[in-house]
T-cell receptor, first 115, second 106 residues
Framework: DVKVTQSSRYLVKRTGEKVFLECVQDMDHENMFWYRQDPGLGLRLIYF???????EKGDIPEGYSVSREKKERFSLILESASTNQTSMYLCASSSISRDSNYGYTFGSGTRLTVV | RKEVEQDPGPFNVPEGATVAFNCTYSNSASQSFFWYRQDCRKEPKLLMS???SGNEDGRFTAQLNRASQYISLLIRDSKLSDSATYLC???????FGSGTRLLVRP
């Protein structure tokens, strides 16, 4: 089974701190994604990456950046954490191409609280 | 218009009922279609892919209507354990619908 591992289940950070959320997948998937999920707002895409060192903005990239130095690892960075970034963060990976149809596999999420 | 839209519900149905959800999408070039299930405080998990000809997995049936740009999920003989939020995704860009909440009551 594909496994997507997020480094922390719960995280508490102070306003203004630089925060790193790490995500690692073990199935050689090309695509990786970062989402935040808030009550009533569903899954909102922050950034995604189709390849190493490649990134594209999702729907809500403001206040975030990402890094993909290795295929298996996709990091989400909050440059200066703010209280409105308190949320559940979910990482996912996929190997969807024209001829394959395997879907997205999610990590178990990181619940970040910014105080 | 949002790229992917779902009725948020909740759909409140008795055990044994048949319930259907739709998911509309705006990008006619979309090639990948899936339904996901998310339980409270858990990550979404793949329920089923949606194929052009429609497909069935036990009590669940998924269909694609390209002309009207929507996918559907039909659940027959609902169980209490079907209570969850059902999310659709219709692109390789990872854009999910906001989910439809299903509550199955005894």
């Amino acid at each position: 089974d594909v496994k997507v591992t997020q480094s922390s289940r719960y995280l508490v950070k102070r306003t203004g701190e630089k925060v790193f959320l790490e995500c690692v997948q073990d199935m050689d998937h090309e695509n990786m994604f970062w989402y935040r999920q808030d009550p009533g707002l569903g899954l909102r895409l922050i950034y995604f990456s189709y390849d190493v060192k490649m990134k594209e903005k999702g729907d809500i990239p403001e206040g975030y950046s990402v890094s993909r130095e290795k295929k298996e690892r996709f990091s989400l960075i909050l440059e200066s954490a703010s209280t409105n970034q308190t949320s559940m963060y979910l990482c996912a990976s996929s190997s969807i191409s024209r001829d394959s149809n395997y879907g997205y596999t999610f990590g178990s999420g990181t619940r970040l609280t910014v105080v | 218009r949002k790229e992917v839209e779902q009725d948020p519900g909740p759909f409140n149905v008795p055990e044994g009922a048949t319930v259907a959800f739709n998911c509309t999408y705006s990008n006619s070039a979309s090639q990948s279609f899936f339904w996901y299930r998310q339980d409270c405080r858990k990550e979404p998990k793949l329920l089923m892919s949606v194929y052009s000809s429609g497909n069935e997995d036990g009590r669940f049936t998924a269909q694609l209507n390209r002309a009207s740009q929507y996918i559907s999920l039909l659940i027959r003989d609902s169980k209490l354990s079907d209570s969850a939020t059902y999310l659709c995704v219709v692109s390789s860009r990872g854009i999910f619908g906001s989910g439809t909440r299903l509550l199955v009551r005894p």
